[in-house]
């Protein structure tokens, strides 16, 4: 039997023929017209007037912060329950992260504890530069009363939304709400050009600027002219192909992947101690992972447990994201927290969820949970 991965590549035939028109074309460079047809077509998706395609998820947060202004010695906050690339891009500008707890509802940055922040270093005059709040697992963060307390203070509101495209937010989708929004196509995202990123934005100047400083900031001239220092972070017209074709499939990947959820979700009903993520009130997940905790002294097992067995059984899984304050490259990092990202993370396991993942390979999954709860 095949190893069952957590969440691999799911790749049809549209994308090929958008690649072959690549080829056929020879736009084999970072511009072309799978380029500039994804940023489109991304941007009327998400409903962001405009979208910049570029090599990952990561440098689209390091282009947001550059352009919200973070400098050196710069505070920003940013959620702790994340990935590392969410508080990496702000170290590169010599700025310092300030890490926030998530909420019990959605498992992402506390809405009240970000406001109660930014208002005790705004009142000192001290308030952060930019914010950066993550929406895990394909669900949004509670992000209304984080803009409103950005705004009042001039705080830069960044949205991670790597894990979140599809998602939905009382309307909206995560990452068109703040000042930027940045996705990720990396091979395990509900969509994926194998490597890659967008920065959306509704203000087409920071836009503008985007593009100029993705493509090493090259004035307009015969020779090559700077005023200023760039990157090279620009997404190959090849990779937006694969883009446009992914595209097109996103909501039906969603539908599977909630699916997934749902099944898991029935199947695991009567283990005790074993809690499904919640679905917040305020939106509508993708369920990019299906992720639960197991409360070790209701359950008769753990997760290391249930994790080690899926893993015997070839079974690719995961604990939640290691909380920031926790990793060792930030030990010395400013904490704000009651505790939640820390028992999410001794508690949580991260399932198979991918959205070619078959019913047969869903129920090996299922049988090996229940085995190790003795059922
Ligand atoms: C994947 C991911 C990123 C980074 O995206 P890359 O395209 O891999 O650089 C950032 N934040 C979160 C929360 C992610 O899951």
């Not at 090929?16 to 047809?37: H, I």
């Not at 803009?147 to 203070?153: S, T, V, Y």
């Not at 600027?209 to 005023?227: G, K, N």
């Not at 992914?246 to 283990?271: M, N, P, S, T």
Request: hydrophobic share 40%; with cysteine; net charge neutral.
């Amino acid at each position: 039997m095949a190893r069952i991965y957590l969440s691999p590549p799911d790749i049809g035939q549209a994308e090929r023929a958008f690649v072959q028109e690549a080829f056929d074309g020879n736009w084999v460079a970072p511009v072309g017209p799978n380029l500039e047809a994804f940023e489109r077509e991304f941007a009327a998706k998400v409903g962001s007037p405009h979208a910049v395609a570029l090599a990952s998820g990561t440098a689209a947060l390091h282009l947001a912060l550059r352009l919200s202004g973070v400098t050196r010695g710069d505070e920003v906050l940013c959620s702790t329950l994340t990935f590392v690339a969410s508080a990496a891009p702000i170290t590169y500008l010599g700025a310092t992260p300030v890490f926030v707890d998530s909420d019990e509802a959605s498992w992402n940055a506390d809405p009240a504890l970000v406001a109660e922040l930014i208002e005790r270093k705004g009142r000192a005059g001290k308030a952060p530069r930019a914010a950066v709040i993550a929406h895990l697992y394909g669900q949004s963060a509670d992000i209304d009363p984080i803009l409103a307390a950005c705004e009042r203070h001039g705080v830069a509101l960044i949205e991670d939304a790597a894990e979140a495209l599809g998602a939905d937010y009382r309307g909206r989708a995560p990452g068109s709400v703040g000042r930027f929004g940045i996705h990720s196509f990396n091979g395990n995202k509900i969509i994926t050009t194998s490597g890659g990123g967008m920065l959306v934005t509704a203000d087409k100047a920071l836009a503008d600027s985007a593009r100029h400083l993705a493509t090493q900031a090259r004035d307009p001239a015969p020779h090559y002219e700077h005023t200023t220092l760039g990157y090279n972070y620009r997404l190959s017209n090849v990779c937006a192909g694969i883009g446009r074709g992914q595209l097109q499939g996103l909501d039906a990947k969603v539908a599977r992947r909630r699916a997934h959820f749902a099944a898991y979700a029935e199947a695991f009903r009567d283990l005790p101690g074993l809690v499904m993520q919640p679905e917040a009130p305020w939106g509508k997940s993708t369920r990019w992972l299906s992720c639960l905790t197991i409360d070790a002294r209701a359950a008769g097992t753990d997760r290391e447990r249930v994790r080690l067995a899926l893993e015997k059984a070839d079974i690719e899984c995961r604990p939640l994201w290691k909380p920031m304050h926790l990793q060792p490259v930030f030990r010395s990092a400013e904490h704000h927290g009651r505790g939640v990202s820390d028992r999410l993370f001794a508690d949580g396991l991260c399932l198979p969820s991918g959205s070619g993942m078959t019913d047969a390979e869903r129920a090996r999954v299922i049988d090996v949970v229940r085995g190790a709860f003795g059922r």
